[in-house]
């Protein structure tokens, strides 16, 4: 994990992370938010790097199971994401993790460590586009988290963004609590309008432009359609 709780406090302990079952419900709210968390997950591992054997393993088993493209037509009619996207972002990431991982790791290196110029070629952190104004540890901060001593990445790097998107709506599907789901989801909304949604379309044009491995050109693609699309859905959320 790239995050990790700080309190352990019973509300936000890190034991809520964990995936639902496969099982799709009636179409509703609850069916929303799986579609929100099975989306956040792959996304944020996209982003790690494929020395995190861990990661990376439970990526390919994500991946192996088709949880995105059984769901395409969801997608589409929710988030107005391409059916095709959501098709062909799982191909090509079965596709990627069964290669060499010298590979892998070469284009990763390449894209967001270290490019031809010594720096990243499209940073991968929001602080690079936004400066250190954002800062999104405050929000992390309000429910007990932090990112892990043993981790690389920047509390503003994507990956440890979007993981934060998916434990918010981990929290808020599994609380019964009505105040909390509501502080959770409004949580949810101020992130992304104050951090993700700021930032990742540059990043994204970045990487779909300048990736040699239609992998990352495909998570850049759906990156930015489903930020756009999730922020468009809190906010009817909130005002409608």
């Known amino acids: 994990m790239c995050i990790r709780d700080r309190y352990n406090s019973l509300i936000y302990s890190t034991n809520v992370i964990t995936y639902p079952g496969e099982k799709v419900p009636e179409r509703g709210e609850e069916e929303v938010q799986l579609l929100r968390i099975y989306l956040y997950r792959p996304l944020s591992y996209s982003y790690m790097s494929p020395k995190r054997g861990d990661a990376l393993k439970e990526f390919e088993e994500l991946l192996e199971s088709r949880i995105l493209s059984r769901r395409a037509t969801l997608y589409s009619e929710v988030f107005s994401i391409e059916k095709s996207l959501i098709n062909r972002f799982e ?4 596709e990627a993790v069964k290669l060499d991982p010298e590979k892998l790791m ?3 290196e390449r894209l967001f460590v270290k490019g031809k110029e010594g720096a990243p070629t499209c940073p991968p952190c929001e602080a690079d586009y936004l400066g250190d104004r954002s800062d999104p540890t405050d929000m992390y901060d309000i429910v007990g988290l932090a990112v892990s001593p043993d981790q690389s ?3 503003s790097h994507i990956a440890v963004e979007l993981e934060f998107m998916f434990f918010l709506v981990n929290v808020e599907l599994r609380t019964t ?9 409004e949580l949810e909304r101020r992130f992304l309008e104050e951090h993700l949604s700021r930032w990742v379309s540059f ?3 970045c990487v779909k432009e300048k990736a040699e491995m239609n992998c990352y050109q495909l998570s850049s693609e759906l990156l930015n359609s489903f930020i756009e699309g999730d922020f468009k859905l809190l906010k009817a959320l909130s005002f409608g």
């Open 91 to 94: 191909d090509s990431w079965r």
């Open 106 to 108: 070469k284009e990763f």
């Open 153 to 155: 990445e920047s509390p």
């Open 177 to 185: 609590d009505k105040g909390t789901r509501r502080f959770i989801r």
């Open 203 to 205: 990043f994204s044009t």
